[in-house]
C-alpha cells in the first residue's frame, strides 16, 4: 500500500524566512507521480506541481521550489522569503493508479503554516 | 475560466433530513470524485465516477450516495446525515486515462448537521 507521511504537523516562521516543508512517500510502483496540494482557510485545494518519478530535477516557480531525491523518497517544498498570504495548510499526496484509468491520491496528513507578520 | 463549481458553499441541515451537494464543472473532464474532509484532517475519497461508470470505495457508507447525469454535473445525496458527516465535501476533476492526470479541486461545501 501506499503512503505519504508529512512529519511536521504545524509550522509557524515569521515573514520573510524561507521554510521547507517535508513529505516522505512509499510506494511500490516504479512509475508514480507527487503532487503537492495547498489549501488555505477557505478550503478549496488548489493544485501547486506535479512530478513524475523519472525527473529528479528540482523545480522552481517564484518563491516555490520542490526538492525530488527519489534515492531518500522525499520530495520537499521550500517557500523562499515567506508571506502572511502563504499560511495555509499544505499537503503532499501520491498517485496509484484505481479501476479503469483514473487515478487515486494518497493524501499526507498536511503540515499547517502559519507566517506571522 | 475553467473551473470546477460547487454549491452551496454552506450548509446546514438537521439530523436525518437528506440533502444533496452539486458540483459542475467546465474543465469536460471525464473524472469527478467526491471527497469527505474533516477537521485537521485529509481528504478521504468516497467514490468517483470514469464518465458514466461509478466506483464506490469499499469503505463509504450506504448513506452516501452519488448520480451523475451528464459529464458536466455530479450531486453527492447523503440520505440520512448523522452527526458525524459534518465535514467539508470537496468535488474534483481530472481529464483521466493516464498517469500525468491532475485532480482539480472545486472550493468545497461545508456541511453543517444540527
Known amino acids: 500500500a501506499q503512503k505519504v507521511t508529512q512529519a511536521q504537523t504545524e509550522i509557524s516562521v515569521v515573514e520573510k524566512e524561507d521554510v521547507t516543508l517535508d513529505c516522505v512517500y512509499e510506494?511500490?510502483?516504479?512509475?508514480?507521480?507527487l503532487f503537492w496540494y495547498k489549501q488555505p482557510p477557505s478550503g478549496e485545494l488548489v493544485f501547486l506541481i506535479r512530478?513524475?518519478?523519472?525527473?529528479?530535477q528540482n523545480e522552481i516557480s517564484g518563491r516555490y521550489s520542490w526538492n525530488f531525491q527519489k534515492s531518500t523518497s522525499s520530495f520537499n517544498f521550500t517557500i523562499t522569503a515567506s508571506q502572511v498570504v502563504d499560511s495555509a495548510v499544505y499537503f503532499c499526496?501520491?498517485?496509484?493508479?484505481?479501476?479503469?484509468?483514473?487515478?487515486?491520491?494518497?493524501f499526507g496528513s498536511g503540515t499547517q503554516l502559519t507566517v506571522l507578520p | 475560466d475553467a473551473m470546477v463549481i460547487q454549491n452551496p458553499r454552506y450548509q446546514v441541515t438537521q439530523f436525518g433530513k437528506p440533502v444533496t451537494l452539486s458540483c459542475s464543472q467546465t474543465?469536460?473532464?471525464?473524472?469527478m470524485y467526491w471527497y469527505q474532509q474533516k477537521s485537521s484532517q485529509a481528504p478521504k475519497l468516497l467514490f468517483h465516477?470514469?464518465?458514466?461508470?461509478?466506483?464506490n470505495e469499499a469503505d463509504t457508507p450506504d448513506n452516501f450516495q452519488s448520480r451523475r447525469p451528464n459529464t458536466s454535473f455530479c450531486f453527492l445525496d447523503i440520505r440520512s446525515p448523522g452527526l458525524g458527516d459534518a465535514a467539508m465535501y470537496l468535488c474534483?476533476?481530472?481529464?483521466?486515462?493516464?498517469?500525468?492526470?491532475?485532480?482539480?479541486f472545486g472550493p468545497g461545501t461545508r456541511l453543517t448537521v444540527l
Open positions: 474534483a476533476t481530472s481529464r483521466g486515462g493516464g498517469s500525468t492526470d491532475t485532480q482539480y
Open positions: 510506494t511500490r510502483d516504479t512509475t508514480y507521480y
Open positions: 512530478r513524475n518519478s523519472f525527473d529528479e
Open positions: 499526496a501520491l498517485s496509484e493508479r484505481m479501476r479503469g484509468s483514473a487515478r487515486q491520491l494518497t
Open positions: 474543465l469536460n473532464h471525464n473524472v
Open positions: 465516477y470514469y464518465d458514466k461508470d461509478f466506483n
